[in-house]
């Protein structure tokens, strides 16, 4: 079955400063997704990236998917406390909505 | 257009006692599946519910089911509650699409049994 690690698993930056999560998966992403979840509250849909080699951005988040399809890095530039919160990468299996998730990276950001 | 919509937002119940939660999807999705949350366990997946039929389903006791109604509205029971079911249940709606799709979450359902 397919087993999605991330890291780190914790973090705690300084406002301003960028920073990288990464996940990796023991197979082939057919679709990775990344979220970011608020301490006891819903997930909030980031990006879903499927073709290898692709990249996008939302405001000043950008993932990546390398070419392989097996590994996915997030970027987030000149963090700012509304970027605090949990950050989750999930996997979709093909002709099914069910994803596998990571266990999370946990993001502190201080003045 | 609306999110997702979870109903109630908390819950508390007693051992042995059941409980149902409910899922309204964004308007047009017919796709619905469901998780639960656990800081031991993480995201876990539940099941998943497209055009009212149970197309995929988890690791999960019989205990834990599920349906979804014509308008793609869901909703999922747990029968005979137990202390390790108190977790955030969360579902998620996706539209139709030809590859994976874009999945939007609801806020979730605390539940705490004891």
């Known amino acids: 079955s397919q087993e999605l690690e991330q890291s780190p698993q914790s973090l705690i930056v300084q406002e301003g400063k960028n920073l990288t999560i990464n996940c990796t998966s023991s197979k082939t992403l057919y679709g990775l997704y990344w979220y970011k979840q608020k301490y006891g509250e819903g997930l909030i849909f980031l990006m879903m990236?499927?073709?290898?080699?692709e990249e996008k951005s939302h405001e000043k988040i950008t993932a990546k998917l390398d070419e392989k399809k097996q590994q996915s890095s997030l970027h987030i530039t000149a963090s700012q406390p509304s970027h605090a919160g949990i950050y989750l990468c999930?996997?979709?299996?093909?002709?099914?909505?069910?994803?596998?998730f990571g266990t999370g990276t946990r993001l502190q950001v201080f003045p | 257009k609306a999110g997702v919509t979870q109903t109630p937002r908390y819950l508390i119940k007693t051992r042995g006692q059941q409980v149902t939660l409910s899922c309204s999807p964004i308007s047009g999705h017919r796709s619905v599946s469901w998780y639960q949350q656990t800081p031991g366990q993480g995201l876990q997946f539940l099941f998943e519910?497209?055009?009212?039929?149970?197309?995929n389903k988890g690791n999960f006791p019989g205990r834990f089911s599920g349906r979804q109604f014509s308008n793609s509205r869901s909703e999922m029971n747990v029968s005979t509650l137990e202390l390790g079911d108190s977790a955030l249940y969360l579902c998620?709606?996706?539209?139709?699409?030809?590859?994976?799709?874009?999945?939007?979450f609801g806020p979730g359902t605390r539940l705490t049994v004891t």
């Open positions: 998620a709606s996706s539209p139709p699409s030809g590859g994976p799709p874009e999945q939007y």
């Open positions: 990236l499927q073709k290898g080699g």
């Open positions: 519910y497209f055009s009212e039929t149970q197309r």
């Open positions: 999930g996997a979709a299996g093909y002709n099914t909505d069910k994803l596998i």
